[in-house]
């Protein structure tokens, strides 16, 4: 009885949420009011203690940016879709579901949850319409929903055997028996989670689908759902005991994906293809760290983990987010017709510059915190092997992140003559874009504050003393780039 309270409980607060996110009102503060407490609503869970430290762990990060993307697409669904609430509902109802699967207490609720959010992510995707739109959902929907049904499938065979089906869909994660499961088993339990993560050879679903949905749903799709794939890697390996073999296979591909991933890169010159590939070679950069975690288990490893899904999570999810306001002001997403931004929205190229900083790895943000975390538990792993692996991805990732991140820059603070009509872009979307950037530093600080990193703590100070270089680089790019630019594109466009 008391499995069955905790589980209705889950989904009481799951369906408040939704009931709460399409209520329609005229006053804006209303709907954003009503999005505040319908996404901190999952939280009242740990008063019922329906989370572990991993839900909650994975919750930190995907409370945040899918409010924020949220509050973002109330102005986004406006300007670029008329208004349309269609859009505002399901990108709301995505983002509730993706944290919910999170929080998930059991199978029943985590299938339940992960089902929802590759059905609404799917009418997300084939929101524009057209053939390209249907068939980037279509590769979204069966590839990504077939392999995860294959999985859960195969994981509640595995528990209901052990402990009976009743059990196996309603006692909570925390209480489940440990399993060992033999190699063919154990593909089938993790291939929809390496899926979702986009990791060759079921990769091609992800350019597709990041690149066609609206940018709100990009930010959700690159910043929560791939990090789906890794959530369900480490809740299910919390049960199961897996052959040592399966692992390297996992963190070959991974390599793989995050030399196609990358290197594709390079070649685009769409913005939000760009964005998607170089989430592909982020996921599988992440991806091999969790397979060596697997392989030599240690809390550094694991915190390499983890930091690196934040830091990829906050920053990729506020350049998508940034790609709708590109969109709308410039009317292109071709990075050769691009330039000149920081002139028409000044707050959304300093929330871009400080993503770009967290992909860089520069301190204080959490993305510094991830890369360097990263080499020391790599330099500390008893496999050369692993090792150098690991520390070759490294290098390549920071490689690719300085082109990349130069590539976004260049949008908003290289001067280009404007191929466009200026149009202005309210502040409400940039400061919600400009949280989404500093969200990194802040990150980066509590992190240092609340996680137990040892010696490492001594970052704190020295992240501290790194906020005055930041500020004064603000400055630098606020005051003297984006006035020479204005200057340089004339009073005709009527700045000042």
């Not at 509640?156 to 033999?182: C, S, T, W, Y």
């Not at 510094?368 to 092997?385: D, E, M, R, T, Y």
């Not at 509590?446 to 500020?471: D, H, M, P, Q, T």
Request: aromatic share 14%.
């Amino acid at each position: 009885m008391a499995l069955f309270i905790f589980t209705l409980i889950y989904f009481v607060l799951f369906i408040v949420s939704v009931l709460l996110v399409t209520l329609e009102s005229r006053n804006t503060f209303v709907l954003i009011l009503l999005r505040i407490i319908a996404y901190l609503l999952p939280l009242t869970g740990i008063f019922y203690g329906l989370y572990d430290d991993l839900s909650l762990i994975f919750l930190g990060v995907s409370l945040p940016i899918s409010m924020l993307v949220s509050m973002y697409n109330l102005w986004y669904s406006q300007i670029k879709y008329n208004n349309d609430r269609n859009l505002r509902e399901l990108i709301d109802i995505f983002g509730l579901s993706i944290s919910y699967t999170f929080v998930a207490p059991n199978l029943v609720s985590f299938i339940f949850t992960w089902t929802v959010s590759e059905i609404i992510g799917f009418l997300l995707v084939c929101y524009e319409g057209g053939d390209e739109a249907l068939r980037a959902g279509y590769r979204f929907f069966f590839l990504k929903g077939m392999t995860f049904e294959l999985s859960a499938l195969t994981v509640l065979v595995i528990l209901a055997q052990r402990i009976g089906l009743e059990n196996a869909l309603l006692i909570n994660f925390k209480e489940l028996p440990f399993i060992n499961v033999d190699l063919p088993l154990a593909i089938f339990v993790i291939i929809g989670f390496i899926t979702t993560s986009a990791i060759v050879p079921f990769h091609f679903w992800l350019p597709h689908a990041h690149s066609i949905a609206p940018s709100t749903a990009s930010a959700l799709l690159s910043g929560l759902t791939v990090k789906m794939g890794f959530y369900g890697l480490l809740r299910v390996t919390r049960f199961t005991i897996t052959p040592d073999i399966l692992w390297y296979g996992v963190l070959v591909l991974s390599g793989i994906t995050t030399f196609y991933g990358f290197t594709v890169l390079l070649a685009q010159n769409d913005i939000k293809r760009m964005l998607a590939y170089s989430t592909m070679g982020n996921t599988g950069f992440i991806c091999a760290l969790l397979s060596i975690y697997m392989l030599n288990p240690s809390y550094l490893l694991f915190y390499s983990v983890i930091f690196n899904i934040y830091a990829h999570a906050l920053y990729k999810s506020m350049l998508f987010t940034n790609t709708g306001t590109i969109i709308v002001l410039a009317k292109t997403r071709d990075l050769s017709k691009l330039g000149s931004l920081a002139a028409f929205t000044p707050y959304s190229s300093l929330a871009t510059l400080l993503s770009v900083l967290s992909a860089w790895g520069v301190p204080p943000t959490v993305g510094f915190l991830g890369k360097l975390l990263s080499i020391i538990a790599l330099i500390n792993v008893n496999n050369a092997f692993l090792t150098v692996f690991g520390l070759v991805l490294v290098s390549y990732s920071i490689l690719i992140s300085i082109v990349f991140g130069y590539k976004i820059l260049a949008i908003h603070w290289k001067y280009a003559s404007i191929q466009f009509k200026p149009i202005k872009i309210a502040l409400y979307p940039q400061l919600i874009e400009f949280l989404m950037g500093t969200s990194g530093i802040i990150y980066g600080l509590l992190v240092l504050l609340f996680f137990n990193l040892g010696a490492l703590n001594v970052l704190l100070i020295i992240n501290i003393l790194y906020l005055l270089i930041i500020l004064a680089l603000i400055n630098v790019f606020y005051s003297n780039i984006r006035k020479r630019i204005i200057w340089s594109l004339g009073e005709e466009i009527g700045l000042s």
